[in-house]
């Protein structure tokens, strides 16, 4: 069975705001990380080419795979992430939120945590070889929503980009990782092909390939955790904390979402 790493980074930058720094990585860092895999002799690939070939088109993966995903779309990764990205010839995939893009204009929707990608950086990314994919359009917690607002979150983000980049976008990734058996329908309806959840473990072909699993890496992210983590050596000692946060407010947030729809039912609503 095929266990493959897929990274999940947000914002690469030695000056986070308050609201991104936990997950902010210094990019020399981020540059010793891709040294490590190189040498290590770890062969990164897109999430889409990941899920195709796990799924899809019945090629195997490349030996030893990797999958560099960013979330969000900060500027920093034009900035910082993209340079460091071409001096190692990796390719990675950016989930964009279509609302919180810098010049989104009459489209902004949500708060954004930092500065963000401009469409034309989007564009220049994506011609680089980076794959593009879905975030939503305004990065709420989908779960949570009702279904009309989850189809107009879903759809419009993926409009947007396809419109805006002239390129299918057949992946996303859940704001927050938060998603239910209800927002995968959804997300398939939608015409993505698959999506990644956090889950903090190593992915293989037995995951729903619209939850597939991803691997934090913070600005607290040692080397030595990072070695442990690609090379799947005790990953789920390594995320304990995080997977029973995970696990623990999955509960609560079921939990929350029924009531909301015994209100609206009770209310007529």
């Not at 040294?35 to 990941?50: A, E, H, M, S, V």
């Not at 947007?160 to 299918?168: A, H, S, T, Y």
């Not at 209800?182 to 939850?211: I, P, S």
């Amino acid at each position: 069975m095929t266990r493959v790493p897929i990274l999940m980074y947000h914002s690469i930058t030695d000056t986070p705001t308050a609201e991104t720094r936990p997950l902010a990585v210094r990019p020399g860092d981020f540059a010793d990380q891709l040294g490590y895999l190189k040498d290590r002799g770890f062969t990164p690939i897109t999430f889409g080419d990941l899920a195709a070939a796990l799924h899809g088109n019945g090629r195997k993966p490349p030996t030893r795979p990797v999958v560099i995903t960013f979330d969000d779309g900060y500027a920093d990764f034009h900035r910082e992430a993209l340079p460091i990205l071409t001096r190692f010839g990796v390719p990675a995939t950016v989930f964009l939120t279509s609302g919180w893009l810098r010049d989104a204009g009459p489209d902004a929707a949500g708060r954004p945590l930092d500065t963000m990608l401009s469409w034309g950086q989007a564009r220049e990314a994506a011609d680089s070889g980076i794959e593009i994919g879905g975030h939503s359009h305004s990065h709420p917690q989908l779960d949570q929503l009702p279904g009309p607002a989850l189809r107009q979150e879903l759809r419009r983000n993926k409009a947007l980009l396809e419109d805006r980049l002239g390129r299918p976008v057949t992946t996303m990734a859940y704001p927050f990782g938060y998603s239910s058996a209800r927002v995968r329908v959804e997300t398939r309806a939608a015409g993505y092909l698959a999506a990644c959840a956090v889950g903090n473990a190593m992915t293989t072909e037995r995951h729903d390939v619209l939850a597939l699993p991803r691997l934090t890496v913070s600005r607290g992210t040692g080397m030595g955790r990072f070695r442990n983590a690609v090379e799947g050596n005790a990953v789920p000692l390594i995320y304990l904390r995080e997977r029973l946060l995970t696990k623990g407010y999955a509960v609560v947030r079921r939990t929350r979402y029924a009531v909301r729809q015994v209100r609206q039912v009770a209310h007529g609503e």
